[in-house]
């Protein structure tokens, strides 16, 4: 499944849930690996997501997700 970023545009060949399933259903969220924003999965498009509407589990999932990215990023940038 091929989709699009909705806040970057970076185009995503693979997916994985936060269940660990490889090919989301509708309305499961998606983290962009370019961009960190968060989408989610409706009519086979990327649509942005407010952080705020999800529920305290999956917020502190993609908040851990996001803490990893993040300093994947930093170590990157700092070789």
Known sequence: M???CSHCNYK???HETL???TKPNEGDVSFCI???EV???KDGILLPV???FLDEKTKTELN???IA???MRAMRSAK
Request: proline share 0%.
């Open 34 to 36: 370019n961009c960190g």
């Open 69 to 71: 990215w993040l300093k």
């Open 2 to 4: 091929n989709t699009n």
């Open 64 to 66: 851990d997700i996001r």
């Open 50 to 52: 407010n952080m705020e």
């Open 39 to 41: 989408n989610k999965f």
């Open 19 to 21: 269940a660990g399933a």
């Open 12 to 14: 995503a060949t693979n």
